[in-house]
């Protein structure tokens, strides 16, 4: 009985940080009406950083920073990187394309072809024309024009953040366990804040103004912030009480979630042929795992 209500719970984590991905574009959305792309990035991030600080600080040991190997160093800031400019791309999705479009191509399952290219793991042949048949509904989303193959440009923004994204995952076998979940959590928020900043000062987005923060523009950029915070718990939760298969497939909720915000929130109808393409990332997703977990 135990087991099966941890089951049971583990799946609502999962089903609610479906959900907490389907929203940060709502957030990205909002924000984009005061900030440029990188300045409300940093902002969302750094908020993360201090509410994470605060919240996991009975997690952390801030002697395992000073004695960090290099080698996790190194791990810990590459996977920062890719993680946050694919946080960066994705917004730049969403705010370029249908919202629905976006999550489509976000959710195309290329993690097991990575793991493969760089981990030496084994990827079985179906799961390589299942991973193909992604690839045509991502074609049908993307293509805007066969004659011309003219490609949408929001649509390869959120390819992009996703091969990041998983560049990002994969990164997470690299370093040790030196560093516990919080601490590697809040090690990487540190660093996404001072790069996306950084990148945002080289690009001449300038500081925000001190009239951009009204109350409601505060509000958003705190709860975006615990959004974020809560994906770490949420995450690490679900999959522990539930087998990794079954949570990748719960996950595919996000684009049903991002579905409606574009058709109610919004007012974008998707058409024919990104509905059928959206139709067969989803099938590709659930066929992948169905076939990794066996």
Request: charged content about 10%; proline content about 2%; glycine content about 6%.
């Amino acid at each position: 009985m135990q087991f099966a209500s941890s089951r049971a719970k583990g799946i609502v984590a999962l089903v609610m940080l479906a959900w907490v991905f389907a929203t940060m574009g709502v957030f990205a959305r909002y924000l984009d009406l005061s900030f440029d792309l990188f300045e409300q990035t940093y902002l969302r991030i750094g908020l993360a950083f201090l509410f994470a600080s605060i919240l996991f600080y009975r997690h952390l040991d801030f002697a395992h920073f000073k004695s960090m190997p290099r080698k996790d160093v190194g791990v810990l800031i590459f996977r920062s990187i890719c993680l946050y400019l694919a946080v960066v791309l994705i917004t730049e999705a969403f705010l370029n394309t249908k919202y629905s479009n976006a999550s489509f191509v976000a959710t195309l399952p290329l993690l097991p072809v990575f793991g493969y290219l760089l981990l030496g793991e084994t990827i079985k042949f179906r799961t390589i024309l299942y991973i193909a048949l992604g690839f045509v509904g991502f074609t049908l989303i993307t293509v805007s024009d066969f004659a011309s193959f003219s490609v949408g440009y929001g649509e390869m923004m959120a390819f992009g953040s996703m091969i990041l994204f998983d560049l990002s995952y994969v990164g997470r076998r690299w370093h040790s366990n030196h560093l516990n979940n919080y601490e590697s959590t809040v090690f990487m928020f540190a660093v996404g804040t001072v790069f996306l900043f950084t990148t945002s000062m080289l690009l001449g987005e300038g500081l925000p103004t001190s009239d951009l923060f009204t109350t409601s523009v505060i509000g958003v950029l705190i709860i975006a912030s615990l959004f974020n915070v809560v994906n770490l718990y949420l995450t690490n939760y679900g999959f522990e009480h539930v087998k990794v298969a079954v949570a990748g497939n719960i996950l595919t909720l996000e684009v049903v979630f991002a579905l409606l915000y574009s058709l109610f929130l919004f007012q974008e109808v998707p058409i024919l042929r990104e509905i059928i393409g959206g139709a067969l990332i989803v099938t590709s997703v659930y066929l992948v795992n169905k076939s990794e977990a066996n």
